[in-house]
């Protein structure tokens, strides 16, 4: 359903936003191709799907930034690219700038990246409303305070003061907005908003997004999580290899997809439906298409020579490509249930980790209180909760990397927390961590092939062709070609990156992964990949995970138990079905309630 036109906007009117044609090449690549969607007044339009489907680079077309900072020159063509009679592809640099941030405002995924670090907060927020005129000197503080409270940050003028670094990725990314609503543009984009932020953040982020909207804000929104789509947005517009393959109401496309890979897409959301089946399906092995044709056509297993040739109209998806009754058949590809492990916490088993009343504090400020927990071989254990809640110190303390003030930390039945760096050397192998961004954790100068023979060469694996072996060995145990050995990170996508994460993690043969968040910047059909990997590797090696995530369907996909974290403190662990079924303490019950499933309507 489309939002009511705002108030005084005739229901006739020309779109606020016409894109029509849109092309978008870097060199011989097309990045964006045929890109035609309009976007009114007081109306949402999310552009979804996985990364290098052309997505933000349509977003920073639209902003004059396309390719801002790039090697290779970007062309740009388009039957119409028109904003509120403006016609965005004759525009100088000067016009430009009267029209970025004025009338179109865009909101960036990494707020840590966007905002200037040598600059305070307010100083950030200020910048569009001075460099515009629309505001006086005087008037600037009250005004960014103003800002700063609209997007729901608390002590807005303490706020304003510090700098990015200083600030929750939560509190930068309303900061973020408030940057980009300064100026009060027409239209907004926001470009993954909500990504990496956890569910209750989420849900105040999602919140002022659509009180904008009500009052006659143009969003674009670019997301991978469908949940957030189904909560904002009035039309979706799905993206693959450049091209849009299918459009229409969100409620409708996220209730009853047509094209292949939108039902892949919404096959890959993890929760309960999916627990012991893969996200991902297998890779097709068919012919790619034409120039012309659907570029999904190599993956899709319902592909004939027709689509190969011609991108399909959406409305003979239907009937052409899916048939209703065989929704999902040939995209998720079904496994026998994980058999779960044998989990006993009583004294009659000795647990892999025993993690017994541990508490640190920093500053003076307790920041993880009297934590208890027990993990076996073969399990695996979500640890949930808000920004802020204690996770990741939780985490550093099994890892060793921190120690704790109080309380202890036992690795097979011996201790671990207590020992000093050169005695914990001989089990450091044991336990193994992959992190949220293994891109920040690489070196960028080393090739693939000497980032994983670092990690073999701890094993004592001697140099020469026994070392490169295990090296290939490592890079098929998590699905990647020996040919990417001599890449560099950069040179990577998120989803090698990661796995290539996950191959150093698995070098030495630990016994306990500790997972950091470790797929909450991946798209939908990566993150399946590496969910669908993490489970394999279980099941084959016996492995346990900690599995650190906001995102609870990615817990309730994986996770044996759940643990629930606030404040420092565990509110609650229970068996993944009883938590999610039954959750006892209040705390659980707002997460879950802030969690919207996909094709909620708002």
């Not at 905002?115 to 907060?121: A, E, F, K, M, W």
Request: proline content about 7%; glycine content about 8%.
């Amino acid at each position: 359903m489309t939002h009511p036109a705002a108030p005084g906007t005739p229901e006739s009117s020309p779109p606020l936003l016409a894109v029509e044609g849109l092309d978008v090449s870097f060199g011989p690549v097309r990045a964006v191709q045929d890109v035609s969607f309009a976007l009114d007044r007081g109306e949402c339009l999310a552009v979804v799907g996985e990364s290098g489907s052309g997505k933000s680079v349509t977003a920073r077309t639209l902003v004059g930034l396309t390719g801002a900072g790039g090697r290779v020159p970007a062309a740009v063509s388009a039957r119409r690219l028109a904003f509120d009679g403006l016609d965005l592809a004759t525009l100088t640099e000067a016009q430009w700038r009267e029209v970025r941030g004025r009338r179109i405002g865009l909101v960036l995924q990494d707020a840590l990246v966007s905002l200037d670090p040598l600059r305070t907060v307010g100083a950030e927020i200020a910048e569009p409303l001075r460099v515009h005129g629309l505001a006086t000197r005087a008037a600037l503080p009250a005004r960014v305070r103003s800002l700063l409270e609209r997007t729901g940050v608390p002590e807005p003028q303490r706020r304003a003061a510090q700098y990015a670094h200083q600030l929750s990725g939560g509190l930068r990314q309303r900061a973020l907005i408030a940057s980009a609503l300064a100026a009060e543009p027409d239209l907004l984009i926001a470009d993954e908003p909500t990504t990496a932020l956890d569910v209750t953040v989420q849900a105040q982020v999602l919140d002022l997004l659509d009180e904008l909207r009500g009052k006659g804000t143009a969003l674009l929104l670019i997301s991978h999580d469908l949940s957030v789509v189904g909560r904002l947005a009035d039309r979706v517009a799905v993206m693959f290899g450049g091209r849009i393959v299918e459009t229409g109401p969100a409620e409708r496309l996220l209730a009853e997809p047509r094209h292949p890979y939108t039902r892949a897409l919404l096959a890959a959301v993890p929760g309960a439906r999916t627990r012991g089946t893969r996200l991902a399906p297998e890779p097709a092995g068919r012919p790619p298409a034409s120039p012309g044709g659907c570029p999904y056509a190599a993956r899709c297993a319902a592909a004939d020579d027709t689509c190969r040739s011609t991108l399909p109209p959406v409305d003979a998806l239907g009937s052409r490509c899916w048939h209703p009754t065989a929704a999902g058949a040939s995209v998720l590809s079904v496994r026998e249930p994980d058999p779960a492990p044998t989990v006993v916490d009583g004294a009659d088993r000795t647990a892999l980790l025993d993690v017994d009343r541990i508490g640190r504090s920093f500053a003076g400020r307790p920041v993880v209180r009297d934590v208890s927990f027990r993990l076996h071989a073969g399990e695996t254990l979500g640890l949930v909760g808000e920004s802020g809640s204690g996770k990741t110190t939780t985490a550093r303390i099994v890892l060793g990397l921190e120690r704790p003030d109080t309380g202890s930390v036992l690795l097979d039945g011996r201790p671990w927390s207590e020992l000093t760096e050169r005695r914990r050397r001989p089990d450091r192998l044991r336990i193994q961590a992959v992190q949220q961004d293994p891109l920040g954790s690489f070196d960028p100068r080393f090739t693939v092939e000497r980032l994983v023979a670092e990690a073999v060469a701890r094993t004592g694996v001697p140099r020469g062709e026994a070392r490169r072996h295990r090296v290939t060995e490592l890079l098929d145990q998590v699905g990647l070609p020996a040919a990417l050995l001599a890449r560099r990170p950069t040179e990577l996508s998120g989803g090698q990156r990661q796995r290539v994460a996950i191959a150093r993690a698995l070098a030495p043969a630990p016994a306990l992964l500790v997972c950091d968040e470790p797929v909450s910047a991946l798209d939908l059909s990566v993150q399946a990949q590496i969910l669908d990997l993490l489970a394999d590797l279980r099941r084959e090696l016996g492995l346990a995970l900690l599995f650190i995530s906001h995102d609870l369907g990615v817990v309730q996909h994986l996770a044996d138990r759940v643990a629930v974290m606030k404040d420092g403190r565990l509110v609650e662990t229970a068996t993944v079905d009883r938590l999610f079924a039954e959750p006892a303490d209040p705390y659980t019950r707002r997460l879950l309630a802030a969690t919207a499933p996909v094709g909620a309507s708002r």
